[in-house]
Protein backbone atom coordinates (compact mmCIF):
# COMPACT_ATOMS: atom_id res chain seq x y z
CA UNK A 1 0.00 0.00 0.00
CA UNK A 2 1.18 3.38 -1.19
CA UNK A 3 1.79 6.28 1.76
CA UNK A 4 0.13 9.48 0.94
CA UNK A 5 3.54 11.27 0.16
CA UNK A 6 4.35 8.15 -2.57
CA UNK A 7 0.60 8.55 -3.78
CA UNK A 8 1.36 11.91 -4.18
CA UNK A 9 4.78 11.81 -5.96
CA UNK A 10 3.05 9.23 -8.20
CA UNK A 11 0.13 11.53 -8.56
CA UNK A 12 2.72 14.45 -9.62
CA UNK A 13 4.78 12.08 -11.66
CA UNK A 14 1.79 11.39 -14.21
CA UNK A 15 0.97 15.05 -14.51
CA UNK A 16 4.77 15.88 -15.08
CA UNK A 17 4.66 13.31 -17.86
CA UNK A 18 1.47 14.31 -19.27
CA UNK A 19 2.13 17.91 -18.94
CA UNK A 20 5.05 16.86 -21.56
CA UNK A 21 3.01 15.01 -23.85
CA UNK A 22 0.53 17.90 -24.37
CA UNK A 23 2.87 20.66 -24.89
CA UNK A 24 4.69 17.98 -27.32
CA UNK A 25 1.09 17.73 -29.26
CA UNK A 26 1.15 21.30 -29.46
CA UNK A 27 4.33 21.15 -30.90
CA UNK A 28 3.48 18.83 -33.49
CA UNK A 29 0.52 20.99 -34.67
CA UNK A 30 -1.67 18.15 -33.21
CA UNK A 31 -3.82 20.50 -30.85
CA UNK A 32 -4.27 24.06 -31.27
CA UNK A 33 -2.44 26.47 -28.65
CA UNK A 34 -4.48 27.25 -25.58
CA UNK A 35 -3.41 30.94 -25.53
CA UNK A 36 -3.68 31.62 -29.32
CA UNK A 37 -6.31 29.42 -30.07
CA UNK A 38 -4.16 28.66 -33.27
CA UNK A 39 -2.47 24.73 -34.29
CA UNK A 40 1.07 25.63 -34.49
CA UNK A 41 3.89 23.46 -35.49
CA UNK A 42 7.91 23.52 -34.17
CA UNK A 43 9.21 20.69 -34.49
CA UNK A 44 12.69 21.48 -33.55
CA UNK A 45 10.65 22.48 -29.83
CA UNK A 46 8.83 18.99 -30.33
CA UNK A 47 12.34 17.01 -30.40
CA UNK A 48 13.85 18.42 -27.29
CA UNK A 49 10.71 17.41 -25.29
CA UNK A 50 11.02 14.20 -26.45
CA UNK A 51 14.03 13.92 -25.58
CA UNK A 52 13.72 15.28 -22.32
CA UNK A 53 11.27 12.20 -21.70
CA UNK A 54 13.92 9.99 -22.76
CA UNK A 55 16.07 11.09 -20.32
CA UNK A 56 13.70 11.52 -17.54
CA UNK A 57 12.81 7.83 -18.56
CA UNK A 58 16.69 6.54 -17.82
CA UNK A 59 16.92 8.93 -15.12
CA UNK A 60 14.21 7.37 -13.43
CA UNK A 61 14.93 3.96 -14.53
CA UNK A 62 14.25 1.37 -11.64
CA UNK A 63 13.25 3.60 -9.34
CA UNK A 64 9.29 4.17 -10.37
CA UNK A 65 6.51 1.42 -10.41
CA UNK A 66 5.45 -0.37 -13.14
CA UNK A 67 2.39 2.02 -13.97
CA UNK A 68 4.73 4.55 -14.18
CA UNK A 69 6.62 3.16 -16.01
CA UNK A 70 4.33 2.09 -18.96
CA UNK A 71 2.81 5.63 -18.90
CA UNK A 72 6.22 6.93 -19.44
CA UNK A 73 7.35 4.34 -22.28
CA UNK A 74 3.29 4.78 -23.95
CA UNK A 75 3.51 8.23 -24.42
CA UNK A 76 7.21 8.36 -25.36
CA UNK A 77 6.52 5.78 -28.47
CA UNK A 78 3.10 7.79 -29.45
CA UNK A 79 4.85 11.12 -29.32
CA UNK A 80 8.12 9.56 -31.47
CA UNK A 81 5.47 8.27 -34.07
CA UNK A 82 3.61 11.29 -33.87
CA UNK A 83 6.80 13.04 -34.36
CA UNK A 84 7.74 11.22 -37.64
CA UNK A 85 4.67 11.61 -39.50
CA UNK A 86 4.33 15.40 -38.75
CA UNK A 87 8.22 15.33 -39.95
CA UNK A 88 6.90 13.67 -43.24
CA UNK A 89 4.72 16.67 -44.00
CA UNK A 90 7.44 19.33 -44.68
CA UNK A 91 8.82 22.29 -42.54
CA UNK A 92 8.40 23.03 -39.68
CA UNK A 93 8.46 27.41 -40.15
CA UNK A 94 4.70 26.57 -42.06
CA UNK A 95 1.60 26.13 -40.16
CA UNK A 96 -0.13 22.93 -40.66
CA UNK A 97 -2.91 24.68 -43.08
CA UNK A 98 -0.06 25.87 -45.06
CA UNK A 99 1.51 22.64 -45.86
CA UNK A 100 -2.24 21.03 -46.44
CA UNK A 101 -3.02 23.75 -48.87
CA UNK A 102 0.16 23.09 -50.75
CA UNK A 103 -0.36 19.96 -50.44
CA UNK A 104 -3.45 20.58 -52.16
CA UNK A 105 -2.35 22.89 -54.85
CA UNK A 106 0.86 20.34 -56.06
CA UNK A 107 -2.61 18.11 -56.65
CA UNK A 108 -4.36 19.83 -58.23
CA UNK A 109 -1.15 21.09 -60.88
CA UNK A 110 -0.81 17.62 -61.14
CA UNK A 111 -4.46 17.34 -62.20
CA UNK A 112 -4.76 20.02 -64.82
CA UNK A 113 -0.94 18.41 -66.08
CA UNK A 114 -2.96 15.10 -66.85
CA UNK A 115 -5.20 16.72 -68.99
Given at each position: ?38 IE ?75
Amino acid sequence: MLTMNEDKNKQLFLSLIYSFQMQTMMQLGKLANPMSGKIERELEGAQVTIDMLDMLKEKSANNISDDEKRFLEQVIADLKLNFVEEKAKGPSDAPAEEIEEKNDTAEEKKEEVKD
